[in-house]
């Protein structure tokens, strides 16, 4: 439950991404937010690649990492990643467009657990990847 009934999730989202200069660096889109969930997607780019040429891991982890925090915030409640872990099923390619979708496995008072999905433009999946969160007792907004 939001700590003030006024605050909509996609409110609390839009004031996180207005402060997030990395996921605006990503060129992260947001597509859909409600409580306990997010989906967002994002376009590689060419500074996005390794030397093997496909995308850098750490690209994909942040894609989800960013829906994770946007998922687990927008009740505004302050929480911050506990634990976090990834699962890379298929290479991403320049110019992939990847969409990243939070959905809430747990929410309690303290702690929330998030799975995140990882797909490309042709609805193959990426990576997978698991969020525990920590709730403060702090408002985001």
């Known amino acids: 439950m939001n700590t003030e009934k006024n605050i909509q999730p996609i409110q609390v989202v839009n004031h996180m991404m207005l402060h997030d200069t990395f996921s605006q660096w990503l060129g992260i889109e947001v597509i859909e937010v409600r409580e306990g969930y997010s989906k967002i997607k994002m376009t590689i780019r060419k500074e996005m690649m ?22 687990c915030n927008n009740r505004n409640v302050f929480s911050v990643a506990l634990d976090t872990a990834i699962n890379f099923l298929k290479p991403a390619h320049l110019d992939d467009v990847l969409f990243a979708e939070a959905k809430e496995l747990h929410n309690g008072k303290s702690t929330g657990l998030y799975h995140i999905y990882i797909t490309n433009q042709h609805h193959h999946e990426v ?12 408002s985001v907004i």
Not at 53 to 67: E, K, M, N, R
Not at 127 to 138: E, I, L, P
């Open 50 to 71: 390794n030397g093997l040429g496909i995308v850098h891991g750490g690209i994909t982890f942040s894609l989800a990492d960013s829906a994770f925090a946007f998922a």
């Open 127 to 138: 990576a997978v990847f698991k969020g525990t969160c920590f709730r403060t007792h702090k």
